[in-house]
Nanobody, 115 residues
């Protein structure tokens, strides 16, 4: 059974920092990449940051230089350090695992950045 444990969301003032954590288990295939997407109210879900099994990182242009993604391959865990947060970073953040041809999703954690 695929399970995600996501944590770290919350309310923070603009300019502050938050760290998101996701641990995935029960994935029936080798994980190719793990990362985070987000969806703000009225908007489509978008990639925030993702890291491959070979440690190649890909960031959305809007978060480059502010967010840092890292992973522990042995534990299937991914961390997202979010710095210099802006009100436009407010969204539900979803953990994502890409394995074989499938996408697996966590339930999401809310990040709210106040101005």
């Amino acid at each position: 059974q695929v399970q995600f444990v996501e944590s770290g969301g919350g309310l923070v003032q603009a300019g502050g920092s938050l760290s998101l954590s996701c641990a995935a288990s029960g994935i029936p295939f080798s994980i190719n990449a793990i990362g985070w997407y987000r969806q703000a109210p009225g908007k489509q879900r978008e990639l925030v940051a993702i890291i491959t099994s070979g440690n190649i990182r890909n960031y959305a242009d809007s978060v480059k230089g502010r967010f840092i993604i890292s992973r522990d391959n042995a534990k299937n865990t991914v961390l997202l350090q979010m710095n210099s947060l802006k009100p436009e970073d407010t969204a539900v953040y979803y953990c994502n695992v890409k394995a074989f041809r499938f996408d697996y999703w966590g339930k999401g954690t809310l990040v709210t950045v106040s101005s």
